[in-house]
């Protein structure tokens, strides 16, 4: 089970660090990453991270605004998004993709992102 924290409603060039919780055993997983969903859009992949080696990779839509860590020992990993804008305002998901799955089987229920202008 994941759960999202984190977002709401900030200005434009603000920041916010999303945080992604597991709370079942992770020696199964591969991948975590997130996603997000504005609305009238299809979703589309921000970033992720694996748990066994490897770093971080972001989409380049974000490169250079977010990134993504990790606190193995919380079992939680993160998104920090900087120099928010208007257009970064959407749902934000975390998914897990377990070893040798193609996709994202279990997903979070998101958290809201607003940015003002």
């Known amino acids: 089970q994941l759960v999202e924290s984190g977002g709401g409603l900030v200005q434009a060039g603000a920041s916010l660090r999303l945080s992604c919780a597991a709370s079942g055993r992770t020696e199964y997983l591969d991948v975590t990453a997130w996603f997000r969903q504005a609305p009238g859009k299809e979703r589309e992949f921000v970033g992720g991270?694996?748990?066994?080696?490897?770093?971080?990779s972001v989409a380049d839509s974000v490169k250079g605004r977010f990134t993504i860590s990790r606190d193995i020992a919380k079992k939680t990993t993160y998104l920090q998004m900087n120099s928010l804008e208007p257009d970064y305002r959407a749902v934000y998901y975390c998914?897990?993709?377990?070893?040798?799955?193609?996709?994202?089987?279990?997903w979070g229920r998101g958290t809201q992102v607003t940015v003002s202008s």
């Open positions: 991270m694996r748990w066994r080696g490897g770093g971080p």
């Open positions: 998914a897990d993709q377990r070893l040798g799955a193609n996709t994202y089987d279990s």
